[in-house]
């Protein structure tokens, strides 16, 4: 193998990985962002409520204080008023809350982030799935914010 093709493999090789971890940098930050255990304890709240969700965010919050210390300890949290703030734009969440639950498998977002960054909002879905969006597709999911 001559030096150029050497040179052409590791190139491949090095945007390959570049890529990669651009792709999975993305999909760790949205998993660590505040919006994941937001979601989570979403859910669990309309587990725990017959499948009702919260009425406003304070209801939220009381739910999530009153969860088991150690288990707040494992889901990394330290203080529940913070998680309420998006640790991108550092501005509190926006919440639309619905006591009635969408139907099985239609999304639905209950929060998203004021500003995002370079363009692109966090938002958190009913179903715990936290996405990266651009205005075009914040704006199909939350029409009226």
Not at 48 to 54: E, I, L, S, Y
Not at 94 to 104: A, C
Request: glycine fraction near 10%; include cysteine; aromatic fraction near 8%.
């Amino acid at each position: 193998m001559n030096r150029r093709s050497l040179l052409a493999i590791f190139g491949g090789v090095a945007i390959a990985a570049t890529i990669g971890c651009g792709r999975s940098n993305s999909s760790a930050e949205t998993e660590s962002s505040n919006l994941k255990p937001l979601a989570v304890y979403y859910g669990r709240f309309v587990g725990a409520n017959r499948g009702k969700g919260p009425k406003d965010e304070n209801q939220l919050k009381e739910f999530i204080r009153k969860r088991p210390a150690d288990e707040l300890t494992t889901m990394g949290i330290t203080d529940v008023d913070s998680l309420f703030i998006s640790s991108r734009d550092k501005k509190p969440y926006k919440f639309k809350f619905e006591e009635k639950q969408p139907m099985p498998g239609q999304l639905s977002i209950f929060a998203w982030e004021q500003d995002g960054v370079n363009g692109k909002r966090f938002v958190g879905g009913t179903l715990g799935q936290i996405e990266e969006v651009d205005e075009a597709r914040f704006r199909e999911l939350v029409p009226n914010p």
